[in-house]
């Protein structure tokens, strides 16, 4: 997703252009840190914690080879530290640095883009509800969404609407439209389609008042969703169109990948497959480069379906495969469930009904815990393998 605002934290340090952080010297001294001073500190638990943060920034090393999370877990752990001893400023500081990825997105929002949905929860919860309402509308958006892609929707619209509620008190415009295009985003999900798109035109309402360009494309580029799954394709063309357009002159490469995969499942929709490939593939490509892989599974499942359309089953089953393994990868449970009903279609055109069945269970089981609206469909289909299964069942050898 990419719905969210930044926390507001003025002294942004300089990066490392050669590396994933930024440097260990410059943190420090943005966060008041002299090595001299905590070293003539009385000892005690704020001294140690100070120390800590010390060792942690300069001395860490992970591995090249290492995954992403490891390779920022110094300044997770300084952030840990930090709550500890209940420096909430510090604290924030961190999850609020730039690191250097194609983006130069936020800590806390780079964990969102590489699927790290269960670490953000924990590092959300330990840090709300300490510093101003500001701050804790900004946070409880990332919340909300990291549950979101946890499949926890009931507890994501909580999130959202606290943040809401509290971008209305004090007046903040931009979480408030930020916070609504969410909202919006989890009743589509939902399968609440015209109330999102309400919920969509308010947020956009906003965000063109304030001309935030990056929020009004967020909310035009849902919009497109919800008219999709609504069958008005033309309407959710011309959306995603606006969004793109929006997201290449701000340079948004997330928000740019979303509108090419929604542009390339609008045109499956409309028949017009080579289109579709196009787009999904272009999707594929940003997606990669910004290490979005929720994203990136999205898209090749959306490939996996265009070529099951097109009758080049392989393609289908090795695309579906690849979505399947990164939505179990980043607990992308919406994902699994897409994709194990991508492959249980697939299978039943292929009359290997069998396998299909249990491709079919394995996603109802998954919707039905989510409670989204994939469970009529694998319903549907359970109805139909039934029926096609009893009939070969029944053909002489």
């Known amino acids: 997703m990419n719905n969210q605002i930044e926390i507001d934290n003025k002294e942004k340090t300089a990066l490392d252009k050669m590396d994933l ?16 001073k905590v070293k ?13 943060v010390i060792n942690w920034l300069t001395k860490y090393q992970p591995y090249e080879d290492t995954s992403n999370l490891e390779k920022i877990k110094g300044l997770l ?26 983006e130069n997105k936020e800590l806390h929002k780079q964990l969102d883009t590489w699927g790290y949905y269960s670490e953000q929860i924990k590092l959300y919860k330990n840090i709300i509800g300490k510093l101003n309402q500001n701050v804790n509308a900004v946070l409880l958006i990332g919340l909300g969404v990291a549950y979101e892609n946890l499949g926890i929707y009931f507890k994501s619209i909580e999130c959202y609407q606290q943040s809401l509620e509290t971008a209305r008190e004090i007046n903040d415009l931009n979480i408030q439209s930020s916070a609504l295009t969410c909202l919006g985003l ?21 965000a063109s008042a304030i001309g935030n360009r990056q929020l009004k494309g967020a909310a035009i580029g849902n919009m ?39 542009l390339g499942v609008a ?25 979005d892989r929720q994203g990136e599974g999205n898209g090749l499942g959306n490939l996996g379906n265009v070529y099951r359309l097109l009758g080049d089953f392989d393609k289908a089953i090795d695309y579906q495969q690849e979505h399947l393994f990164i939505a179990k990868e980043i607990d992308d449970f919406e994902g699994q469930g897409n994709s194990l009903y991508n492959l249980a279609k697939i299978y039943y055109e292929l009359a290997n009904f069998r396998l299909a069945i249990d491709y079919c269970n394995q996603a109802l089981s998954i919707a039905m815990k989510l409670d989204i609206p994939l469970v009529k469909e694998c319903q549907k289909l359970q109805k139909q393998l039934k029926v096609a299964q009893e009939v070969k069942d029944d053909q002489p050898d």
């Not at 604290?91 to 609020?96: E, K, L």
């Not at 045109?267 to 290490?291: C, P």
Request: with cysteine; glycine share 6%.
């Open 21 to 36: 952080l930024p440097y260990s010297d410059s943190i420090l001294a943005e966060l008041s840190i002299n090595s001299a």
């Open 267 to 291: 045109y499956e929709k409309l028949g017009e497959y080579q289109k579709a490939i196009d787009f999904q593939k272009k999707r594929l490509e940003v997606a990669k480069k910004i290490g």
């Open 77 to 102: 752990e300084a952030f840990y530290t930090f709550c500890n001893v209940e420096e909430w400023t510090k604290a924030v500081r961190i999850i609020a640095y730039r690191l250097h990825t194609a």
């Open 186 to 206: 989890a009743n589509h999900t939902m399968g609440k389609y015209d109330q999102a798109i309400k919920i969509f035109e308010e947020s956009l309402f906003i």
């Open 224 to 262: 497109g969703l919800s008219y999709r799954a609504l069958e008005d394709y033309t309407k959710a063309i011309e959306c995603h169109t606006i969004h793109l357009n929006i997201a290449k002159e701000i340079g948004d490469l997330q928000a740019e990948g979303n509108a090419w995969g929604g």
């Open 40 to 52: 003539a500190m009385k000892s005690g638990k704020t001294r140690a914690s100070y120390r800590a």
